[in-house]
């Protein structure tokens, strides 16, 4: 299985900055997994926010170009991802999930795993 613990999460003013965490472990994990960090608003569909590809390639929503940085630690059998987070806005208020997805460690097959999500609320 995939298992992925988010962390960071808070209340924040205008302004300021977060970083969230998402440690991926587990017995089907491929560290060459593609990551990623989705949030999802009350009322709201889920979006994408940023990705990280096993190549290092990133892409970013329009609306946090500039303010989020996507980053990757990968070691042995695990990684954990980063969403630095700066100048944040109320808009960006949401829970923000984490995602990897790949194929399996044993190569049968592939895995799209969600973490628990962590709330972000920013005040104006």
């Known amino acids: 299985q995939v298992r992925l613990v988010e962390s960071g999460g808070g209340l924040v003013q205008a302004g300021g900055s977060l970083r969230l965490s998402c440690a991926a472990s587990g017995r089907s994990f491929n560290i060459n997994a593609d990551m990623a960090w989705y949030r999802q608003a009350p009322g709201k569909q889920r979006e994408l926010v940023a990705n990280?590809?096993?190549?290092?390639?990133?892409?970013?929503v329009d609306s946090v170009k500039g303010r989020f940085t996507i980053s990757i630690s990968r070691e042995n059998t695990k990684s954990t991802v980063y969403l630095q987070m700066n100048n944040l806005k109320p808009e960006d208020t949401a829970v923000y999930y984490c995602n990897a997805r790949g194929r399996r460690s044993s190569g049968l097959g592939n895995f799209d795993s969600w973490g628990q999500g962590t709330q972000v609320t920013v005040s104006s």
């Open positions: 990280i590809g096993s190549g290092g390639s990133t892409n970013y």
